[in-house]
């Protein structure tokens, strides 16, 4: 019974954040696609050209990377498909976007709960969009020297195509809007049953020794592993409690933070980009190993920083001001 409960009231939590996500969403597909039939992304898409070139994508996704890095990973998915065709791309192609938007999603709401805990908001800001163009780069000339992943994408979902006319357009965007209703409470309960079953939690556990050789330790490793699998609205909002009682040091929580920028989520966001067509290797197991490593790099470039330049330009003390961290956000989503 206090299972059903749970879930009634998480599935009531996810209709908020449905809400506020359509809110956000239909305004910017409904002027994407106005923009569109005017010619204006064809316009506008020289401007993204030289990152999308770097990462082999075709330069009009750089709308969908801005909206993403925006709104979050929803926002960028939606218009995926409506600014390039799907016969124009590849696994590759879908699978080194997506890795880009799982690194750079929902900026200015998520990094500034992190700012909560302490980290500098420029400096993981800039680390996360610094790890995400690196990590896309890495991955798509390994990618292309390999050959993998090649053949063209064959999405399970197709959020929303170009459309002859404007009829075909609303009916698409109501489609989309009722599916990604479908998806995302089925995550929802879908985390619930693994919290329920105790597979959340033994995850977290094996996760937590992983992360002490990259620097991460203490308390610190349980709360990073919670962002990681739920969210950065759970992992840091823990973290900020910590950080204002003392119990983690400013730089483990700099650190934790910085890594849940790279890693958060990894579930429901892993999940939402497989269904248009990203490969699970590129998107999940990769960008993990590749979130580690780079870590270990900034563990290792801290210890050689002083206190007191590490609290002029990374850190300052967490504010008095209350936080919920049972709050979710669209970006956990």
């Not at 690194?103 to 610094?130: S, W, Y």
């Not at 399970?156 to 809007?177: K, N, Q, R, V």
């Not at 920028?261 to 960008?287: C, N, P, Q, W, Y």
């Not at 002029?312 to 936080?323: I, L, T, Y």
Request: glycine fraction near 8%; charge should be neutral; include cysteine.
């Amino acid at each position: 019974m206090r299972f059903i409960m749970s879930g009634l009231r998480r599935t009531r939590e996810t209709i908020e954040v449905y809400w506020l996500l359509v809110r956000i969403m239909v305004p910017i597909m409904i002027a994407t696609e106005l923009l569109s039939r005017i010619g204006a992304i064809e316009a506008t898409a020289p401007a993204f050209s030289p990152v999308m070139h770097a990462l082999g994508l075709p330069a009009e996704l750089g709308l969908a990377w801005l909206t993403g890095m925006l709104v979050g990973v929803w926002g960028a998915v939606a218009l995926v498909f409506v600014l390039v065709p799907a016969s124009s791309l590849t696994v590759a192609d879908v699978t080194v976007f997506s890795s880009l938007i799982l690194f750079t999603h929902a900026l200015p709401i998520e990094q500034k709960i992190i700012q909560q805990a302490g980290p500098g908001m420029i400096v993981t800001t800039l680390l996360r969009i610094a790890g995400g163009l690196v990590y896309a780069f890495l991955l798509h000339h390994l990618l292309a020297a390999t050959g993998w992943l090649s053949s063209p994408v064959d999405p399970a979902w197709i959020p929303m195509t170009t459309t002859a006319d404007w009829m075909d357009f609303f009916t698409g965007l109501f489609e989309t809007l009722t599916w990604m209703l479908v998806i995302l409470v089925a995550l929802s309960w879908g985390l619930d049953i693994l919290r329920a079953t105790g597979v959340l939690n033994l995850m977290m556990k094996v996760l937590s020794p992983a992360l002490r050789p990259v620097g991460i330790k203490g308390e610190a490793e349980h709360l990073t592993a919670v962002g990681l699998f739920l969210g950065i609205s759970y992992g840091a909002g823990l973290l900020i409690r910590e950080a204002r009682s003392g119990a983690v040091s400013p730089r483990q929580v700099f650190l934790s933070c910085t890594f849940m920028g790279f890693a958060h989520s990894v579930i429901e966001d892993t999940l939402v980009v497989m269904a248009i067509g990203a490969d699970i290797g590129g998107v999940l197991f990769g960008r993990l190993v590749f979130a580690l490593v780079a870590i270990a790099a900034v563990a290792a470039l801290l210890r050689s920083v002083s206190d007191k330049t590490f609290h002029n330009w990374a850190f300052r003390s967490a504010p008095r001001a209350p936080v919920d961290r049972n709050v979710r956000t669209p970006a956990d989503v």
